[in-house]
């Protein structure tokens, strides 16, 4: 089975920051990795497909890329709706989690 | 707009049953295959089961199987999880999730792309 491992698992950031969160692979997966975002309380929300791919409705400050077994999710500029925790999923597995939290 | 809505969760004891249900809306829901995804109180997210489109094909975690039950009733839009001899480490939210899955030539990969609220469901005597 593929296992998918998440970095950092905790990141402080400041609004207008910056960041990006990586998520690699035990094997080869070419493009099929998807990001989600899961605030306190609430169900996880699909944030990107495909590695790459922006799900409708989706802010464009968030950006995914990379193939393989390394990918990264970005956030080019912090919101204070952004706080949240992010997966990367492929298949029926699913990372272990990037907690973003407020400096 | 897809709408899912988990019902059926509770505090039932270890060797318990419980049965889940997901009532979809806004969407054709005989046109798409359907997850079952868990969150036991702080831990990450763990894929439970899938269900094709038709009920034809069923898979599961290897950490339900034997267990674990899923099924759909395309004239309800409605999923189901027959949950039988329940353990502590069954405790969990349980979120039902519409499946768009994606892939290219004969591989299929799982996306879950859109979710209910969630359900709770405790084991504990």
């Known amino acids: 089975d593929i296992q998918l491992t998440q970095s950092p698992s905790f990141l402080s950031a400041s609004v207008g920051d910056r960041v990006t969160i990586t998520c690699r692979a035990s094997?080869?997966?070419?493009?099929?990795l998807a990001w989600y975002q899961q605030k306190p309380g609430k169900a996880p929300k699909l944030l990107i497909y495909?590695?790459?791919t922006l799900q409708s409705g989706v802010p464009s400050r968030f950006s995914g890329s990379g193939s393989g077994t390394e990918f990264t999710l970005t956030i080019s500029s912090l919101q204070p709706e952004d706080f949240a925790t992010y997966y990367c999923q492929q298949l029926y597995t699913f990372g272990q989690g990037t907690k973003l939290e407020i400096k | 707009q897809v709408q899912l809505v988990e019902s059926g969760g509770g505090v039932v004891q270890p060797g318990g049953s419980l049965r889940l249900s997901c009532a979809a809306s806004g969407f054709t829901f005989s046109s798409y295959g359907m997850h079952w995804v868990r969150q036991a109180p702080g831990k990450g997210l763990e894929w439970v089961a899938f269900i094709r489109y038709d009920g034809s094909n069923k898979y599961y975690a290897d950490s339900v199987k034997g267990r674990f039950t899923i099924s759909r009733d395309n004239s309800k839009n409605t999923l189901y999880l027959q949950m039988n001899s329940l353990r502590a480490e069954d405790t969990a939210v349980y979120y039902c999730a519409k499946d768009r899955g994606y892939g290219s030539g004969s591989y299929y990969n799982a996306l879950f792309e859109y979710w209910g609220q969630g359900t709770l469901v405790t084991v504990s005597s």
């Open positions: 094997q080869g997966i070419s493009s099929y």
């Open positions: 495909a590695a790459s």
